[in-house]
């Protein structure tokens, strides 16, 4: 067995302490946010959309932070390939709603709608909080959202970008988040860089809860250290790369299981998503063999029923490691470790 354990929350990347060119997260007009949902607060406060329509596979916090923003939320159909079901829903879209498309982790969306939604006068937003900025068609949207933090082991850092209507920049008033969580967070991930690299026990995981569940959500900015971090910490060359070549090997081993098999060859994913039946059973045996798996995202009490497709696969979806701390061999022990199981 694997003695280091693979997957999990990521650790804080190394400082490299040169300029590092980032690849297009701070690209044109754009706000520099603590979180992405705070982004899709944000844009729901400015745009005052008459309905927010996101699709029927999300995470909780994306509708919460509509909500918040006292906007009723509609849903789009799903179906088990996280295909768009039918462009039926369009036909209700009005004018001024804001319209949420998902680059799900970082695989680029495919959609005929936008035509439609445009005729319509309403706003896209590409939320590419789960996507490396090559692999998103910002061209589409009105407006893109990055999640940086969740590639780069930073304590928060998100980036709203405004490809249209920069001008509503101009009402913001952001503050600076809480002192106290973003000390928090930023021990979590430096301390689960400590856990991967020489184990030990798991300290980071009780605080990492409380972290977990105290996101800020509201006008809040990026904090300094994160900032200075994306601009002078961080190799993104390198991250890109690991990532890309990780997804290729997963994609070459796991391809019948894969959720999106055709993904493109320079895809820089977040996780590898594959598709199996007895879930829990696959992770359990995961976990037996050091291999932490994640689940986006289970869609019990979130989602109406009704959207049964969508449930379906919210039941059989594993989320698979394999960002920049990881490399061929890691991947080839993860892919053997599932094919022993399913034969
Ligand atoms: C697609 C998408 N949008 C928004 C969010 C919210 O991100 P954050 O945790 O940075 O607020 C998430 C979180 O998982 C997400 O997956």
């Not at 936008?114 to 909080?129: C, G, H, P, V, Y």
Request: hydrophobic fraction near 40%; proline fraction near 6%; charge should be neutral.
């Amino acid at each position: 067995m694997q003695a280091r354990q693979i997957g999990g929350l990521l650790g804080i990347e190394e400082i490299t302490n040169k300029p590092s060119k980032d690849p297009g997260f701070f690209d044109g007009s754009h706000l520099c946010l603590t979180d992405a949902r705070s982004g899709i607060w944000l844009l729901t406060k400015l745009l005052s959309p008459g309905t927010v329509w996101m699709p029927s596979f999300v995470c909780k916090v994306m509708i919460e932070a509509v909500e918040k923003a006292r906007v009723p939320v509609c849903h789009f159909e799903l179906d088990y390939d996280m295909r768009i079901k039918s462009s039926d829903w369009t036909d209700q879209v009005k004018a001024n709603d804001l319209v949420i498309f998902v680059d799900y982790m970082g695989y680029p969306y495919h959609t005929n709608c936008t035509k439609k939604i445009r005729e319509k006068k309403a706003w896209i937003l590409d939320d590419a909080s789960q996507a490396w900025p090559s692999n998103v068609q910002s061209e589409m949207a009105d407006f893109t959202l990055y999640s940086p933090r969740k590639f780069l082991g930073l304590p928060d850092g998100a980036v709203l970008c405004f490809q249209n209507n920069s001008d509503l920049m101009n009402n913001t008033n952001l503050k600076q988040p809480p002192k106290d969580w973003i000390m928090q967070s930023l021990a979590v991930v430096q301390w689960k860089r400590d856990f991967d690299r020489w184990g030990g026990t798991n300290p980071w995981q009780k605080l990492f809860k409380i972290v977990n569940d105290t996101f800020p959500l509201g006008p809040y900015q990026m904090s300094e250290f994160s900032h200075m971090m994306m601009s002078r910490g961080i190799n993104f060359q390198q991250i890109e790369t690991r990532r890309n070549e990780n997804y290729v090997i997963l994609n070459e081993l796991l391809h019948d299981v894969a959720l999106f098999p055709k993904a493109p060859l320079d895809m820089v994913p977040l996780g590898f998503p594959v598709r199996v039946n007895n879930r829990q059973h696959l992770q359990d045996n995961l976990l037996s063999h050091n291999i932490v798996s994640g689940v986006h995202w289970n869609l019990q009490g979130v989602i109406s029923n009704r959207y049964v497709e969508s449930h379906r696969l919210s039941k059989d979806i594993i989320t698979l490691p394999c960002d920049q701390r990881y490399n061929k061999n890691d991947m080839i022990y993860i892919a053997e470790t599932i094919r022993k199981h399913i034969r």
